[in-house]
């Protein structure tokens, strides 16, 4: 059984959970593993002096119960699969895929030497700020959270990202979804041989 574990990173509304999903779809026993899921709840999250709360760091996310189940595949992928009622194929040289995707998935150092490819969705600041304001949040962003809060700490975020990260292949996050889906699919058929 070969196990391969693909990181899926990037900004804030780039498109990670979309890529994750289209490629989860073509990807025989594969699973997805959301950094959203594990964030804090919202009564532990601190408040900066502007009144923004710091949700784009990695104190805002349980990363330690994350690993636990990012371990827990790994330790047997098939087990894990279908204890969650995900489908399996039965085949001497099945490969088990499972993609994390996160807007800090490669800032966690004991996440990040984990990873066999590391993806990042890039997209522009207008794009991202429209984007953004198009989707529902649970708190809603306050105004001026954007601007005030959420891209600087994605500068910040990404900066620290770029001076302790390697072999990071940059997407194009303004791309359709299926030419953002066909190079990862090559990319990761010819490395892991998968048929």
């Known amino acids: 059984m070969k196990k ?5 990173g990037g900004m804030t509304n780039g498109g990670k959970s979309t890529l994750s999903r289209n490629l989860q779809n073509i990807l025989p026993n594969s699973c997805i ?6 964030f804090k709840e919202d009564s ?9 709360k710091q949700y784009d760091t990695l104190d805002a996310l349980y990363m330690d119960r994350m690993m636990s189940v ?7 992928p098939r087990r ?11 085949s001497e040289s099945c490969v088990f895929s499972l993609i994390v995707e996160g807007f ?24 991202c700020k429209m984007r953004r304001s198009l989707r529902v949040y649970t708190p809603p962003d306050p105004g001026g959270y954007f ?11 990404r900066k620290e990202m770029d001076s302790t990260v390697e072999d990071l292949i940059f997407l194009d996050g303004t791309q359709k979804k299926e030419d953002l889906l066909a190079p990862v699919f ?4 010819q490395m892991f041989k998968i048929v």
């Open 104 to 127: 800090l998935i490669f800032n966690y150092g004991a996440l990040n030497v984990l990873f066999d490819k590391r993806y990042f969705l890039q997209i522009p600041y207008e794009t």
């Open 4 to 8: 391969l574990i693909i990181g899926i």
């Open 33 to 38: 593993i959301s950094q959203d899921s594990f």
């Open 70 to 76: 990012v371990r827990s595949w790994m330790q047997d």
């Open 186 to 189: 090559k990319d990761i058929q």
């Open 44 to 52: 532990v999250v601190p408040v900066d002096s502007r009144g923004f």
């Open 147 to 157: 601007d005030g809060y959420v891209w600087p700490m994605y500068l910040k975020n």
């Open 80 to 90: 894990f699969m279908e204890t969650r009622g995900l489908s399996v194929e039965h």
